[in-house]
């Protein structure tokens, strides 16, 4: 069964730090690419990272040099440092862009999978 969990959301005072963890299941040796959005009420959800199945890491500019993502196997991070007030959301990980073994090609490609996310919430 394919699935998304997120966790590690809490509520912290600016200036203080959060890492949150995206496991997943069902995606045995395929390769794919992860990234992180959040999402507050009233607002589109926004990108925040991304990390290709080989490792390298984007960013949206707001959160440059302040987050730092990568995996671990079938785990992703988002290590959250310097944290603003505007960086409050829920946070919510995705998986995309399979490739590999059959599974990975003919069922799973060309889907999204997300996970429900995990809140944060950021105090000034």
């Known amino acids: 069964q394919v699935q998304l969990v997120e966790s590690g959301g809490d509520s912290v005072q600016a200036g203080g730090s959060l890492r949150l963890s995206c496991v997943t299941a069902?995606?045995?040796?395929?390769?794919?690419?992860m990234s992180w959005y959040r999402q507050t009420p009233g607002k589109q959800r926004e990108f925040v990272s991304r990390v290709d199945s080989d490792g390298s890491a984007t960013y949206a500019e707001s959160v440059k040099g302040r987050f730092s993502t990568f995996r671990e196997k079938e785990r992703m991070y988002l290590q959250m440092d310097n944290l603003k007030p505007e960086d409050t959301g829920t946070y919510t990980c995705?998986?995309?862009?399979?490739?590999?073994?059959?599974?990975?090609?003919?069922?799973?490609?060309?889907?999204?999978?997300w996970g429900k996310g995990t809140r944060v919430t950021i105090s000034s």
């Open positions: 069902g995606f045995t040796n395929c390769r794919y690419d």
């Open positions: 995705k998986a995309d862009r399979f490739a590999g073994n059959w599974y990975c090609r003919d069922v799973l490609a060309g889907q999204d999978f």
